[in-house]
């Protein structure tokens, strides 16, 4: 099959059956259109001239590069190209998978960055609660706190999503849905932006049933809630780099150290693998070695 066709479909694959994120999709597509280009540059032009050697080279020659790439996208690249021939394998396009053997590379693992309760409450009472946005900012920093939802997930959030009481529907990557409760604090900032803030700011703009607005009206960006979070973080006095994952590890990492199941931890972050979850576990392992150091008469 022509190199365009096959990944068109499986493009395709990954969009329609698979319900993959846009984020995700994007990436497929720029991994494998730097590798479709890199084969065509070596007159390659369909998939059956494909074979293990010429992957293997292709691979070789982005870990080679100057500067080096990092492991991370090393191996979401070579991920992308096995699931390409695994799904042309599968299909029948192709008869062999020349990835079949390729090992992915190991990537370093990296504990996820938490902040200490007392630096999540400084954060959260940053926003002045005299002014509008500041309503709002405290708002949207509760809510991320009180439920460990990916900022992408709290600016597609609708008025209507909090029409369960006392817990929240949230939309996660594949568009999967799933309930998370709301924490009176997170609760009580969210009503308060409702009655005395998002009025007033919906009136500026087009009718839309996001929960949080921009200053003229509009649907809160991603973008804008990233601002939010910094501007909090630096009036908060909070040197270490604070990320718009930054509440999503503190609300996970808090949970454990308070003594919450793992998987239950893994339901309320929308993880599909618990193992996914495990990373925060070794951040409260940390702590309780700290804690042996210093409170055992024989640690040391």
Not at 1 to 20: F, K, S, V
Not at 105 to 121: D, Y
Not at 180 to 194: E, I, K, N, T
Request: glycine content about 6%.
């Amino acid at each position: 099959m022509q190199l365009h066709r096959a990944l068109n479909a499986y493009l395709r694959h990954i969009t329609i059956e698979r319900g993959l994120s846009e984020h995700s999709i994007a990436a497929y597509r720029r991994d494998l259109n730097a590798y479709v280009d890199w084969l065509r540059e070596r007159g390659i032009e369909a998939t059956e001239g494909i074979t293990q050697a010429i992957v293997a080279e292709f691979i070789g020659e982005r870990s080679a590069a100057d500067p080096p790439p990092a492991a991370t996208s090393l191996a979401r690249l070579q991920s992308s190209v096995r699931g390409w021939h695994r799904f042309l394998a599968r299909e029948g396009i192709e008869e062999d998978d020349p990835t079949g053997r390729m090992r992915p590379p190991k990537t370093p693992q990296r504990l996820p960055k938490a902040l200490t309760i007392e630096q999540v409450e400084r954060l959260l009472a940053a926003p002045s609660p005299e002014d509008p946005m500041g309503i709002r900012d405290r708002a949207l920093l509760e809510l991320l706190y009180a439920t460990g939802a990916r900022v992408s997930e709290a600016v597609s959030l609708d008025v209507d999503d909090l029409s369960y009481g006392d817990v929240l529907r949230l939309r996660g990557k594949g568009d999967k849905e799933r309930i998370v409760p709301v924490g009176s604090y997170a609760r009580a900032a969210v009503d308060a932006y409702l009655t005395r803030v998002r009025p007033g700011l919906a009136a500026k703009g087009r009718a839309t049933a996001r929960l949080f607005l921009g200053a003229r009206g509009a649907p809160l960006s991603r973008q804008s809630a990233w601002l939010i979070i910094r501007a909090a973080a630096e009036k908060a006095q909070i040197t270490s780099e604070v990320s718009p994952h930054t509440l999503r590890h503190s609300f996970a990492t808090h949970l454990l150290q308070g003594g919450a199941d793992v998987r239950v931890v893994q339901e309320l972050l929308g993880h599909a693998s618990v193992a996914t979850t495990q990373i925060y576990t070794h951040v409260s392992v940390d702590t309780l070695r700290d804690v042996y150091a210093t409170s055992h008469p024989r640690a040391t």
